[in-house]
């Protein structure tokens, strides 16, 4: 835990470092999730990139999730839990960029690596690394970023919303 909240806190002295040093280039932090029925999704993602014109951003980023799933049926009850890791480039199309209200679309392709063990005992752990796809829609309001995500590594797939701060 400790290195991730490292992890973390070196990003955002980074991000502000950078924001300092270019008008083009913008950064975004971000928390999402998802919980519906049994299911859990939560994410934490950076991303840093630069606006090659007023309506369009290219950038990379890193994103870490956690996935807690219960499947309950008559024949079987268990649980399964994944967390990952994803590296991957990231575009956006601002629709109007001019306002402070500004929606985009977003897409996303990179690499995933999952850990995936399940809650029952002497269940076996599983870990995979996959091409991922993602999009979404957004919205920024000022330095608010509001968005809808949806993500797939061709082996599982995860989505929710998020909530971050643009620099």
Known sequence: MRK?????????????????????????LSIGGLAYKDNTFVMIETVHGRRVSPAFFIGGGV???????SI?????????????????????LYIAPERRFCPYLNMQGGVQGVLEWPG????????????M??????????RLVFGIYVGVNFESSEGGVKVGLRF
Do not use: M, W
Not at 133 to 142: K, M, S, T
């Open 72 to 92: 309950t049926s008559e024949e079987v009850r268990r649980k399964l839990n994944s967390a990952g890791l994803a590296g991957f480039a990231d575009v956006k």
């Open 120 to 131: 029952d005992k002497g269940a076996q752990n599983h870990c995979y690394v996959r091409p």
């Open 4 to 28: 991730i909240l490292s992890l973390a806190a070196a990003l955002i002295v980074f991000t502000a470092a950078q924001a300092q040093s270019g008008k083009d280039y913008e950064g975004e």
């Open 133 to 142: 796809l993602a999009g979404g829609i957004g919205c920024v309001y000022r």
């Open 63 to 69: 994103r870490t999730t956690y996935h807690g799933q």
